[in-house]
């Protein structure tokens, strides 16, 4: 059974696809909390609709100071000590995590941490928020996403699981970033029921994970 905390910062259209994951199959997934950063996030209208307590703990500024990312991320410690939880699900969070916070999650069966990212870009190509705009820019033909398991060096972590979609010749931004955007909740999707059904084959040296 997975248990997931999502953390998410705007819009949430890939926490709403976990959600209904979870509103799909309450044997395999459930969901004990959202936990923004942002009091404004449109994420927070999705968990009320599915009646996922939200946490909202925002980045504390005094005058121009913003409090440390070790300070923000004691205070989200200290509401994930309250939660049981076995993976941590990165759905658009927009803050970096400190090499402290990841090691703190280590995953109890392999090398890695309990933390998974979707990343919009085939990785290890587009690391970066703009993986859309980098990848469309440099012209590729083929994009996709990247679901992977988050390590101190940022979008680097063991991948688990990519989806891939094509450029066209008249594509804008817009319908590439549409396009993309589908692909991240089947990639989420696909991922969280791999690893709640025991599917995904592990290779241990090197450590690699591949979609059966
Ligand atoms: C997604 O493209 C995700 O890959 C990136 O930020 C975006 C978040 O979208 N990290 P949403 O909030 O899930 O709709």
Redesign the pocket.
Same mark, same amino acid.
């Given at each position: 059974m997975l248990n997931i905390v999502v953390f998410?910062?705007?819009?949430?259209?890939?926490?709403?696809?976990i959600f209904e994951l979870c509103e799909e199959n309450p044997e395999l997934i459930s969901i004990c909390a959202l936990i923004t950063n942002n009091a404004n #996030? %449109?994420?927070i209208e999705h968990a009320e609709h599915f009646g996922i307590p939200t946490h909202v703990v925002p980045v504390i500024r005094r005058s121009t100071r913003k409090e440390t990312r070790a300070n923000h991320e004691h205070r989200i410690t200290a509401v994930l000590e309250s939660l049981n939880f076995n993976y941590i699900c990165? #759905? %658009?969070?927009?803050r970096i995590l400190t090499e402290e916070f990841i090691n703190a999650y280590p995953h109890p069966n392999w090398p890695c941490s309990s933390i998974i990212?979707?990343?919009?870009a085939l990785l290890p190509s587009f690391k970066g928020?703009h993986?859309?705009e980098d990848a469309f820019d440099h012209g590729v033909r083929v994009a996709g996403?990247t679901t992977h398991f988050v390590s101190a060096e940022v979008d680097s972590g063991p991948i688990i699981n990519q989806r891939y979609f094509k450029r066209y010749a008249a594509d804008t931004l817009t319908d590439f970033?549409t396009r993309?955007?589908s692909e991240?909740h089947r990639c989420y999707r696909q991922t969280l029921m791999a690893l709640a059904t025991d599917t995904l084959i592990v290779n241990h040296q090197p450590f690699q994970l591949f979609m059966s």
């Open positions: 998410a910062s705007g819009r949430g259209s890939n926490a709403k696809a #996030a %449109g994420v990165l #759905a %658009g969070y927009m990212n979707i990343h919009p928020t993986g859309y996403v970033k993309g955007l991240e």
